[in-house]
Every structure is written in C-alpha cells, then in structure tokens.
C-alpha cells in the first residue's frame, strides 16, 4: 500500500447565497459536496470535470483559501480541520498552489524576484543573505535567467509567467502542490513545455501533485490517478489507465468520447449528451447526473448512488454497478 | 468558388513601429466547404476574419489585396455596401458568447433586428422564423426562452443564440472564429455536431477559426496552417493530419497529449516561443525554433509551394521537388 500524503473525508463546501431576515439560508450552492478520496505520496492525481463541477472550489479548501462546510482532511496522518487558524497556517507552506490565469495571479508592481522571494521572507525559511541565491536557483530550476529576476510580470509572456508561478510555488519546498488548470491559459506548444517542466520538478524535488484540469488529454498524460468530478460529487476514481481503457459511469463515457481526436480518418461513435450541466443550486434529486444520463434507470431520479469500490481500485458512483 | 482573399496585408501601426499581423496570405472558399485556419496566439487567424469582416479596429487597416466575396471586392465596398452583405451573406460567431450579445436585450429582439434589416419581414414573420431558428439550434421550448437574456443562460446555450443569430438570414458563408474555445468538451460536441448539421440543411461554407487540433481533424474538410502572418501550410484535412510537411505543424501535433496513446514518454517541445512582431527573425519566421533549420532558412524567406495538392512554406522541400524534376 502507498503511503497516503492527504486524506479528504466527506469535505462539503456550501456557499450561502441568500439569507431570510433571520439569517436561515434559503438558497446555497453545495459548490462540494461530501467528496472523499487521498492522494498518495508522490503521485500526479488528476482532477476533471466541466465548469461549475467543484474541482476548483477543492483545490482551493486543500491550500486553506476556503474552509470547507463539513468534513475532514488528513495531511500525513495529521487533521488540519482540528487546528486552529495559527497551526493550520503552519502546514499552509507543505500545501502550495499554482493558478490559472499566469496574467492575474502575479502581483504587477512587485518583480519576479521579490515574487518569489516573498513566501520564503514570510516563512523565515532562510537568513535574508542566503534569499537571493535561492531565487537565483528556483529560476534556473522552472528555465529563467538569473537576469530576469529583476524584471516585472508584464515583461514576461504567458508561459514564462507560468514558470514564475510554479517557481513561487517551490519556493517552500512544498510537499502538495495544486495545479490549477496550470496549462489551460497556454497555447499548444508553450503547454508542452510547461507540462514537461512539471514532470521534470516532480522527479526532481519528490514532489506530489493534484492536478486540476478540464483538458482530458493533458490529465491523462501527466497523472497516475484520476478522479472525475461532476456538480459538486465524485462519480468515479481509479488509475489512469483503467478510465481511459474502461471507463464506468455514463459521464465519464461521455466525456471521453466528446473529446476530439487528432485523426480525422478515425470517426468515433461519438456520445451528445442532451442538455447543459444543471445549476447547482437546484441539483436534481438523486443521481445528479439523471437529467442528462443515456442509461438513466427508474431508481436514479430517487435515489443518490454511492461511492462503491465495484473492481479493485476502480471506485464509481452508479446505480448500474449495483 | 465563393470567397478568393488575394495577396491580403493586414497592419497595426503602432508607436514603435508598424506590426504586420496578416503578411500576404491568398485562399479560397468553395461553396458548403470547411475550411480552417489554424494557429497560436498572435498568428493572425483572427485578424484573417476580422479582415473580411470589414470589422477591423484602429489602428489596424489592410495594406494591400483583395477580398473577393462572389466576384465583388469587399475591401472596396463602402460601409453601406458592406452593411448588407455582413450579417446576410457573410455572418460571424465569435468566441466569447457572453460579451458578444447585447446584455440588455432580449435574445429573440437581437435575432429578430437582423432578420427585419436584412430580409425585409414584418415583426410577425420575423418573430416566427427566430423561434423556428432557436428550434433548430436545439434550445429546448424555444417560444419562451425567446423571451429571456442573455445573462438567463449558459455559455453552450448563448454560443447556440450567436449560431442562430448568424445562420438566420441564411448566410452563404459562415465566419467562426474560435467558437468552442470558452466551451466545455460536452458542450463543445454539441456545437460541432451543430455546425456540421447546419452545413448539410444549408448548404453554407464555413470558415472555422480556431487553435484546437482537434476541433479541425473533427470538422474541416482542408486546413491552413498559419504562423506569425503566414500561411505555413495548407492541405486537405487526410493529408495535413497524415503527413505533415512544415515543421512547425509536425512539431504542434507532436506536442498534444494523445487521448489513444498509452506511452509515458515526454512530450515533444517546440523551443523558445513565438517571436515578438516587432523583431522577427530574418528569413523564415519559424526558423529560431526549428530544429532543422537549415543556413538558407535564416537569410530569405521561403515560397509557398505546392507538392501534389499540399502546400508548404519551407525550403526542406525545395530538394525534393528538384530531385523529382530531375529524374
């Protein structure tokens, strides 16, 4: 059995939108709802799912950007949701992130180096003489020059920027790092080389990712498990390569088969779903998935499926694997 | 033949100096055929349709060719003229659905303007043709979402009011430009299988803009390869995707994370990144990037040139063409 890095138990995050005069929510968006899995140590687990689906909202609760609603996480053994504001914040620099959109998440007034210098200032991990050596290294370590530090992000294109961030997020020596949707922003051939980056540093610093993306493709190239997230739940987890050789739940189907494939001789059946994704703050009673679902069956408008283990290791929430 | 752009030039002047975002390009459009253009950021793909468009913003402005739309020069039209072909003959989608529709509007009033513009209906007929628009696109109860804004739906549902908007006049040529992008993949095998659907109903040529691979091996019947202004290659979609000459478009699609492929391996990089406007590289754009760039390649710039039906911007292929005449 690996060993588990961080453990996530029944973790919900409800947003309360609107609140009645007395302060009883009326109206909340179950952003996550009651999502269990881990990640091992020192393996890529992919996140996926479509807009609204929650996977950012996750990524955001493990680096304590959000507290969650309910629920549990374990970091090594340890319950982060039991510490206090001051403790959780000493395990914030163990959890970093790194984000989208490489325009918005770097501060533009303050150069490349004092962005990168600046965690490690916070977490007096070094003698302010030994700081600047260490960004000199970080930068070397993502493919900048040790002469850029003293410029500002604007100077920088997005696939630089985006090696800034993942420099920043180093910084720590962090154990997890999110990525999230790290190469979205990025066009084809700037994505490759960001994508080997993130291979190259995962080897070299023994680093264990959770890396969220909507790109099926990229997911399936850079993770060893990957666990597919629709509207708030987790409808199916497994290796790699069991979800994209036998994918289980009717969404994840689907999805595998909308995405484009780079042949035009090979035609796929292709599976449309109808509709859109529900709101959800209204999800549809019982599975979620039920108003969009090609093999609904009398018992998903009813009932909610849970999480099962149907195969080793292959865990999927369906009422046809019961 | 239905659209031939000829030798087009399209210029930024800017206060250092003048950008030109489309170098000299020449395609054509036949009738109900789709073609792509495909490209990085900064490309010019954009600009190519914004071009046609009449649509292009100060300080853009063409520098020089010919945009001929059935026969006529669009480029020496007058903004009257140009008024009712766009948005009739010629219709566009674009990328972003939300800041493309008026917010403030009703989505049947925004689809009903141009019908009454253009096809001279009374409010009745125009009414009854939006909702039968809606329908086909595919928007459940189409009467009453007729009814809502913008702001009411979702992105698949809004890039469906933009389709609906664009083919209602029954548009000769459809311009689509990177109209999946803001999409999820679901929503995004919906608006293709639209596309190509509305293809077959109306006849119409598409040209498909977009930076996704595998949007084009999906949809397009011939593709251009564009970078830095240029067309780098061009081809029909069997070819391009079976034997890709320039390499640039070899070094693209060996970049792309395969869904079929079970290796490990690292993915090929193209190095550096796209050269900034105001400082290309002599000789072929692409050749500090190139791995096989040859002395030539940094000095002139290679011709397009055509091999069976495959055209290709490089000098690699200049020895094998002479070798084959020499035989």
Request: hydrophobic share 40%; with cysteine.
């Amino acid at each position: 059995m690996n060993e588990v890095l961080m453990e996530i138990q029944n973790l919900s995050k409800h947003f309360i939108l609107d609140t009645s005069l007395f302060g009883k929510p009326i109206s909340v968006l179950k952003a996550v709802d009651k999502v269990s899995f881990r990640i091992d140590k020192g393996e890529a687990f992919g996140l996926v799912g479509e807009s609204g689906c929650g996977k950012t909202t996750l990524g955001k609760i493990l680096v304590n950007l959000h507290s969650p609603t309910h629920g549990k996480l374990f970091f090594e053994g340890k319950e982060l949701t039991a510490l206090d504001d001051k403790q959780r914040r000493s395990y914030c620099k163990d959890i970093q992130m790194i984000f989208q959109d490489p325009y918005a998440s770097l501060n533009p007034r303050m150069t490349v180096g004092d962005i990168i210098a600046e965690p490690m200032i916070i977490n007096q991990l070094l003698p302010a003489n030994k700081v600047e050596e260490r960004v000199i290294y970080l930068l070397n370590c993502v493919g900048l020059a040790q002469h850029q530090r003293n410029r500002y992000p604007h100077e920088f294109s997005g696939g630089q920027r985006q090696r800034v961030g993942i420099a920043r997020a180093l910084a720590v020596e962090p154990k997890l790092i999110v990525c999230d949707e790290a190469v979205s922003a990025l066009d084809v051939s700037i994505q490759a080389q960001v994508l080997n980056l993130l291979v190259d540093l995962k080897e070299e610093f023994g680093l264990t990712y959770l890396f969220i993306a909507h790109g099926l493709n990229v997911v399936k190239h850079i993770s060893d498990r990957v666990g597919v997230m629709y509207l708030g739940k987790m409808v199916e987890i497994t290796s790699k390569r069991e979800l994209y050789g036998n994918p289980l739940h009717p969404y994840t189907q689907a999805l595998l088969s909308a995405i484009p494939i780079i042949n035009p001789e090979k035609k796929k059946e292709r599976i449309i779903l109808k509709g859109d994704v529900p709101s959800p703050i209204n999800p549809p009673a019982g599975c979620r998935f039920c108003s969009r679902c090609f093999k609904e069956l009398d018992q998903c408008k009813l009932q909610e499926p849970v999480l099962k283990e149907v195969s080793p290791n292959h865990w999927v929430a369906c009422h046809l694997f019961e | 033949m239905l659209l031939e752009v000829k030798n087009l030039s399209t210029e930024f002047k800017l206060k250092r100096g003048t950008v030109r975002a489309v170098d000299d390009i020449s395609f054509t459009i036949d009738k109900g055929e789709i073609l792509a253009i495909v490209g990085e950021s900064g490309s010019g793909k954009s600009v190519t349709s914004l071009s046609i468009m009449g649509l292009l913003q100060k300080p853009g402005r063409i520098a020089g060719g010919e945009i001929l739309f059935n026969s006529q020069d669009l480029n020496k039209m007058s903004q009257k003229e140009l008024q009712q072909i766009r948005g009739n003959k010629i219709s566009m989608i674009f990328q972003e659905p939300m800041t493309s529709l008026n917010p403030v509007w009703r989505i049947k009033d925004q689809i009903m303007e141009s019908l009454m513009t253009h096809m001279k209906v009374s409010k009745q007929e125009a009414l009854a043709r939006t909702i039968e628009m809606l329908n086909t696109v595919g928007i459940p109860s189409p009467a009453e979402r007729a009814n809502d804004y913008p702001h009411q739906m979702s992105g698949g549902m809004r890039q469906r009011v933009m389709t609906a908007m664009a083919l209602s006049c029954g548009p000769d040529l459809l311009i689509a430009d990177e109209p999946t992008t803001a999409l999820d993949v679901t929503i995004q095998a919906q608006i293709l299988e639209l596309l190509y659907r509305m293809r077959e109903k109306f006849g119409m040529a598409v040209l498909l803009i977009t930076h996704d691979l595998g949007v084009v091996s999906e949809a397009a019947d011939r593709v251009i390869v564009m970078y830095c202004g240029k067309i780098v290659e061009e081809a029909d979609v069997k070819s391009l995707f079976a034997s890709p000459m320039h390499p640039y478009t070899v070094g693209l699609l060996q970049s792309i994370p395969q869904i079929d492929d079970d290796s490990d391996k690292r993915l090929y990089m193209i190095k550096g990144m796209v050269p900034n406007p105001l400082r290309m590289p002599h000789g072929c754009p692409f050749s500090d990037r190139c791995d096989r760039c040859l002395e030539r390649c940094t000095q002139e710039m290679p011709e397009l040139q055509e091999i069976d039906g495959h055209k290709v911007r490089c000098f690699l292929y200049d020895e094998v063409k002479e070798g084959a005449s020499a035989k």
